[in-house]
């Protein structure tokens, strides 16, 4: 006999396969079950496209199709109730005549929002919900934080020297972090929807703030240039990814680049991670420099931190990395003579 947490962490494992190609919708897995037998099972395979609950139900062998309406359904986040890219779940649930549901977690979004588990229960249906709602939740983290904190979930990234510093301060670029760690920064920019850099770092680095290490998609490029200083020869110029230039003067789009005018009187910060809720950017990389890292730091802007120190260069002078305040250290990995420290947010949910 197996539990409901047993089902559930199957729906979570086949919602994980949706990683990197459903965003900035939440992964979500589905499992349905007669008698202690999974008799469908699938998942949110790619934005747009069919839900975990349709794909599921999908699944269902032609012989086994009778038992739908004897089956529990397992879904990892409460069924949609809304007209979006796709029809209600929860329409899809009822026609089925499913007995009984049982739900990861409620889902934010304000279409749904408790809808869904209303419907199912109006029509009848036995609904269980929260059951590991924590890992649920945590799975789809960048989700959350934007319709619960109303922006983007943040991760800084910095990599610094053994004695603390990122850059030295000439206008030499210096590379910190080695080829195995480079690799990884690679894979973390595919995996948010967005990466932001200040005006010294794109100047100094000229970063393409592309994938080009790791297979997957690029994020979209976002870059401080208030006073609009940045020449057009810099890679962030080169139109290979949408890129959006924050700065004081202008308001206009060329193919990929788009200026975005902010206000001078009001925080950058706020104001960026207010473009970025608008035009519905879930996640962002910040990747420096040390002024904009410490900004988003002080604002209190931030989820979670990677740094990269590497452990046998010592600069002895040079721009200091920022401080983290309100950081609790999660884990600690070494790579090749590189440390990576993972820390959270005290307030961090997940
Ligand atoms: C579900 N099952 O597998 C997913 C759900 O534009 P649409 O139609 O794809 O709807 C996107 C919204 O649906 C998304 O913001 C989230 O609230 C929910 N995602 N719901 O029942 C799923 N991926
Ligand atoms: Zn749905």
Redesign the pocket.
């Known amino acids: 006999m197996y539990t409901d947490e047993n089902y559930m962490h199957r729906c979570l494992a086949l919602a994980r396969l ?1 990683a990197g190609n ?1 965003a ?7 499992v349905l079950v007669y008698k202690d037998t999974i008799i469908g099972e699938g ?2 395979q790619q ?9 599921c139900l999908n699944s269902v062998s032609e012989e086994n199709r009778h038992l739908i309406e004897h089956s529990t359904l397992y ?1 990892s ?4 109730a ?9 329409s899809l649930i009822i026609a089925h005549r499913i007995p009984r549901v049982v739900v990861g977690c409620r ?3 304000k ?2 929002d408790g809808k ?1 588990i209303q419907q199912l229960t109006q029509a009848g249906i036995a609904v269980s919900t929260g059951i590991l709602e924590k890992e649920c939740m945590a799975l789809n983290k960048r ?1 959350f934080t934007f319709y619960t904190q109303k922006r983007p979930f943040i991760i800084l990234k910095w990599a610094q020297t053994a004695d603390g510093f990122i850059a030295v301060d000439d206008d030499t670029r210096l590379l910190i972090s080695n080829d195995f760690t480079n690799r990884m920064v690679h894979q973390w920019r595919s995996e948010e929807q967005a990466i932001l850099v200040g005006t010294n770092t794109a100047m100094k680095d000229n970063p393409s703030l592309t994938n080009r290490l790791f297979n997957g998609n690029n994020p979209i490029r976002l870059v401080i240039d208030l006073w609009l200083k940045l020449p057009a020869q810099l890679h962030i110029f080169d139109q290979n990814a949408t890129t959006i230039l924050f700065n004081y003067s202008i308001q206009k789009r060329e193919g990929n680049m788009c200026y975005q005018q902010l206000e001078k009187d009001k925080a950058i910060p706020a104001q960026i991670l207010a473009y970025c809720y608008k035009h519905n950017i879930q996640s962002i990389l910040i990747e420096g420099g040390a002024v904009t890292l410490q900004h988003f730091i002080d604002a209190g802007y931030w989820n979670e931190a990677r740094i990269i120190t590497n452990q046998k260069l010592q600069i002895k002078k040079g721009l200091s990395a920022p401080v983290l305040s309100n950081a609790t250290p999660l884990q600690q990995q070494d790579i090749a003579g590189d440390t990576i420290n993972y820390l959270i947010h005290n307030s961090h949910q997940f």
Not at 24 to 30: E, S
Not at 82 to 90: A, D, E, V
Request: net charge negative.
């Open positions: 949706g459903v900035p919708n939440p992964m979500v897995g589905a998942y949110h934005f747009g496209q069919a839900h975990a609950e349709v794909n879904v986040l409460e069924p949609c809304h007209y979006g890219k796709t029809p209600p779940c929860s889902d934010p979004f279409e749904v869904g989700f």
